[in-house]
């Protein structure tokens, strides 16, 4: 016996130290700008295994290698332990880059790929750099990569990927991969007894059916498209562990797709049935219960054995809109002891805007005015304009946005903002034809660029315009005194019309910038159109850009008709926001002209004059550099140009003046945080430490957060008031599990942004003495376990050597006093099963504990503990 026990224990050891570590994972990013992304790697690793990295490094595919720092660490049951790193990278321009993370090794007894604890780990994605195609961040895959499947039973996952710019996903499996992103010699698929293979459009992985027990690992790749074209690839390597069981898993009821209007309400009834009568929960994947705004809401509604009824509830709004339908994922999951089994399902539903009213297409000289009813929702960012020559007669359907191409609509132009309900074709400027009938459609555009069913369809024709300002200067800024100097310069050309007099000269303001809500403010009688200035007062020019039109009228009697098409032009307004010791600029204006230049003048209280400070061609400035609580005043004078020859050219104009104080409102650094747990004491450390000096020295305290479980929320646990309390010891009773996190605050309350999430298991300990004599000595006489109050349950079985059970118990103190139907049993070598049921921070996790245990029956014999080697 004690032969045999040595070659089981070295077997144990060997598994034990080789079973390094590494069991799946994926990288994922998010698009920050033009060639800067932020890269995310998800590595799922084995807890008990010694390697654990806070580091891991990438190879971007463009020569260079960087190192990623992990965020996130927190254990899961069955010994998986989830660790997330984040990167950020600029690419040197555009390019397909392939993104390869590697570690040593995989995990110990892969079945599917040879000699797997001496193989390197890796992982990939393939990312296109092209500004021109827009921002675009990889899928998030809902579901973890590790599944559990059944000898001789189909298995199905699904990585539940979820786009979240609404790019179209196609799925393929590929082979795992070693060192430098490699394919692995001799990797094979897993044998099944019918299929092995993955749905392109549904990414379905189907194994129909396992036939050897054990690990496998497959790979697989999630394609994104966009516009017919593929713009990256996602490689996902995940882990099956396959066991054996007699159970029939549950079966779906039948499914349907969905077309959803925003604003509509959806409730979809769900059932499930099990063969086996086992009791059935159905859960539900999707990234419609992820989405920040208007989540759905997924609720089980009974349960009985063999039957369970649940239901999906949702409200989509606006911000869920998209192109691409979203996919649900359906899972009825049996709850049987030999093995739970799972029947997987999905269908979509889109998500559509409402279609826009369009209400008028009305000529206004060579242009074309169009209106449309206030969109039903702000968060939409303008509207697309199409025409074309003749009426049609679509008709969308429920399930069309936007316009189908065989209707030959051409996108005119874009009407930017929620707000915003009408728009001038002016055909690029060229101006229409008349004598043609012109038909209008519009779409509202979302963020993402998918736009709503389309709008109904008016036709219309046209008819001609002119006076061309030059300048809407603010000559005095105040809140009620303020003034406004317009100019335009004399219309010429006239006797082309003809046009021969007298004139008017109706004068339109409206305020803001969007000419919307034009009404007249004045006239000018002329015979000559020598008058070309108007000076308008009594306006709010503190708080207001305006913008004017100026209408030209043939006032003949009998004759009167316009002139051309309207000029229209605003005043330049500045709007400023204060930072700490800056002033940040954005300039407003909505002109015919460019401009091509903007001075910056900032007051200076010492000669009581404003002082030219800098000068850009851009919309934004920043003014650093500043004392905060000082105000400071500004005012910007542009110059620009009409582009067509023998336009004006270098017309100046001024700004309201404006002024703002400078203020702390900027955040301090975040604090590294670290936790360790004592187990002994039942407390958590928690220590943090800020490394720049300046940021140190701009904090003035720390608040401290914790949530005592994986899915919970943080609530505040400790406020410092001291920037130099750089440590905590949390007691947070019989359980030390838990998740912390930090920030920093300074004087003026900024906040900064909150650390990483650092959570800690519950402390794993249990024994069973491997001694026992129960001799009625009044010492050992009972068996009992070490154990805490994280131990909710065993299930405890001791065998004889022949086989035959002694003694079961759930009591985690075991409590045996070393008896067998009333006997003291025979002094022996007895072999133990215990699954043990603690609390973590999961939740309930089980383990299982085997091994020997000695019982002494002999007067005077004392409790030792044997090493078996």
């Given at each position: 016996m004690k032969y045999i026990l040595t070659i089981l224990l070295f077997f144990t050891f060997v598994i034990s130290s080789y079973s390094t570590h590494n069991r799946a994972g994926e990288i994922t990013y998010k698009q920050l700008s033009d060639l800067t992304y932020e890269i995310t790697i998800t590595t799922f690793t084995y807890v008990l295994s010694q390697a654990d990295r806070d580091f891991l490094d990438v190879d971007w595919g463009d020569g260079t290698i960087s190192t990623a720092s992990r965020i996130f660490k927190g254990q899961l049951p069955n010994y998986y332990q989830k660790n997330i790193y984040k990167i950020k990278h600029t690419f040197p321009g555009p390019g397909i880059y392939k993104l390869v993370v590697q570690d040593p090794n995989r995990n110990y007894g892969i079945v599917n790929i040879p000699n797997s604890v001496n193989v390197v780990f890796s992982i990939s994605t393939?990312?296109?750099?092209?500004?021109?195609?827009?921002?675009?961040?990889?899928?998030?895959?809902?579901?973890?990569?590790?599944?559990k499947a059944a000898l001789g039973y189909k298995f199905i996952h699904n990585p539940g990927a979820y786009d979240p710019d609404g790019d179209s996903l196609s799925y393929n499996l590929t082979i795992c991969t070693k060192e430098d992103g490699k394919p692995i010699e001799n990797y094979t698929y897993p044998p099944a007894s019918n299929a092995f293979y993955v749905d392109s459009?549904?990414?379905?992985?189907?194994?129909?059916?396992?036939?050897?027990?054990?690990?496998?690992?497959?790979?697989?790749?999630?394609?994104?498209?966009?516009?017919?074209?593929?713009?990256?690839?996602?490689?996902?390597?995940?882990?099956?562990?396959?066991?054996?069981?007699?159970?029939n898993p549950p079966v779906n009821g039948p499914l349907r797709d969905f077309c959803i209007e925003a604003g509509e309400s959806l409730e979809y009834e769900f059932t499930a049935t099990d063969p086996d009568n086992d009791l059935i929960t159905i859960l539900s994947t999707s990234g419609i219960y992820t989405l920040e705004e208007c989540p759905a809401v997924f609720d089980s509604i009974s349960a009985e054995p063999g039957f369970s009824r649940a239901r999906l509830t949702w409200i989509p709004c606006h911000e869920s809109v998209r192109n691409q339908p979203y996919d649900v994922l359906i899972k009825a999951e049996d709850n049987n002891d030999d093995l739970e089994l799972v029947d997987l399902d999905n269908f979509r539903i889109k998500v559509l805007g409402p279609a826009p009213v369009l209400t008028d297409a009305s000529p206004a000289g060579n242009y074309m005015r169009l209106g449309w009813e206030l969109y039903g929702s702000d968060y939409i960012t303008g509207f697309n304009i199409y025409r074309r020559e003749g009426a049609t007669d679509f008709q969308p359907d429920s399930c069309t946005n936007g316009i189908p191409p065989q209707y030959e609509f051409v996108k005119v132009g874009f009407a930017e903002g929620a707000s915003t309900v009408n728009f001038i074709d002016t055909n690029e400027g060229e101006g229409l034809e008349t004598g043609v009938e012109y038909a209008y459609r519009i779409v509202a555009?979302?963020?993402?660029?998918?736009?709503?069913?389309?709008?109904?369809?008016?036709?219309?024709a046209l008819v001609s315009g002119?006076?061309?300002?030059?300048?809407?200067?603010?000559?005095?800024?105040?809140l009620t005194d303020g003034e406004i100097f317009v100019a335009w310069t004399k219309p010429d050309q006239l006797d082309t019309i003809p046009a021969a007099g007298p004139y008017e000269y109706i004068i339109y303001r409206s305020e803001g910038h969007s000419g919307n809500g034009f009404v007249p403010i004045d006239s000018i009688q002329t015979s000559d159109l020598n008058d070309t200035t108007y000076i308008d007062n009594q306006l709010n020019t503190l708080e207001l850009g305006y913008i004017y039109k100026i209408e030209l009228y043939n006032d003949s009697p009998g004759d009167r008709f316009l002139i051309g098409e309207p000029g229209v032009a605003s005043s330049m307004f500045i709007e400023l926001s204060p930072g700490d010791r800056k002033v940040r600029f954005v300039i407003r204006r909505n002109v015919p002209w460019v401009n091509y230049r903007y001075d910056i003048f900032r007051w200076n209280d010492?000669?009581?004059?404003?002082?030219?400070?800098?000068?850009?061609?851009?919309?934004?400035?920043?003014?650093?550099?500043?004392?905060?609580?000082?105000?400071?005043?500004?005012?910007?004078?542009?110059?620009?140009?009409?582009?067509?020859?023998?336009?004006?050219?270098?017309?100046?104009?001024?700004?309201?003046?404006?002024?703002?104080?400078?203020?702390?409102?900027?955040?301090?650094?975040?604090?590294?945080?670290?936790?360790?747990?004592?187990c002994d004491s039942l407390y958590n450390h928690i220590t943090w430490s800020v490394d720049d000096p300046d940021c140190f020295e701009d904090i003035v305290g720390y608040r401290?957060?914790?949530?005592?479980?994986?899915?919970?929320?943080?609530?505040?646990?400790?406020?410092f008031e001291d920037r130099n309390i750089l440590d905590y010891i949390h007691y947070p009773g019989e359980i030390v599990a838990g998740c912390y996190a930090i920030l920093a605050f300074d004087a003026a309350g900024n906040e900064s942004p909150l650390s990483l999430v650092i959570c800690v298991d519950s402390c794993n300990y249990y024994e069973i003495p491997n001694v026992f004599t129960p001799n009625n000595d009044g010492i050992n006489d009972i068996l009992r376990a070490k154990t805490t109050g994280l131990v909710e349950k065993v299930n405890f079985r001791l065998f004889s050597r022949g086989g035959m059970l002694v003694y079961q118990t759930e009591e985690p103190r075991l409590n045996w006093n070393g008896t067998y139907k009333g006997s003291i049993v025979n002094p022996g070598v007895y072999f133990y099963q215990c699954d043990v049921y603690e609390r973590r921070i999961t939740g309930l996790e089980e383990y299982s504990l085997s091994g020997f245990i000695h019982v002494i029956t002999e007067k005077g014999a004392e409790p030792v503990n044997v090493e078996y080697k």
């Open positions: 393939i990312l296109m750099v092209n500004p021109g195609m827009g921002l675009n961040s990889t899928p998030v895959l809902l579901n973890p990569p590790y599944d459009i549904t990414g379905d992985l189907v194994w129909d059916a396992p036939t050897q027990l054990g690990f496998y690992n497959v790979a697989m790749e999630i394609n994104e498209w966009r516009n017919g074209i593929k713009i990256g690839i996602v490689v996902r390597d995940m882990q099956i562990e396959v066991y054996e069981t007699d159970n555009v979302y963020p993402n660029g998918t736009e709503s069913k389309s709008s109904n369809e008016i036709s219309s002119v006076p061309l300002i030059t300048n809407v200067s603010v000559t005095n800024t105040g010492a000669t009581s004059t404003f002082d030219s400070i800098a000068n850009t061609n851009l919309l934004e400035y920043v003014d650093t550099e500043l004392v905060n609580g000082q105000e400071y005043c500004y005012y910007i004078r542009s110059t620009g140009s009409y582009q067509s020859p023998g336009l004006p050219q270098d017309m100046v104009n001024l700004s309201q003046e404006a002024c703002t104080v400078p203020i702390d409102n900027e955040p301090p650094c975040t604090p590294s945080l670290n936790v360790s747990s004592n401290l957060f914790y949530k005592d479980d994986f899915d919970g929320d943080l609530s505040l646990l400790m406020v």
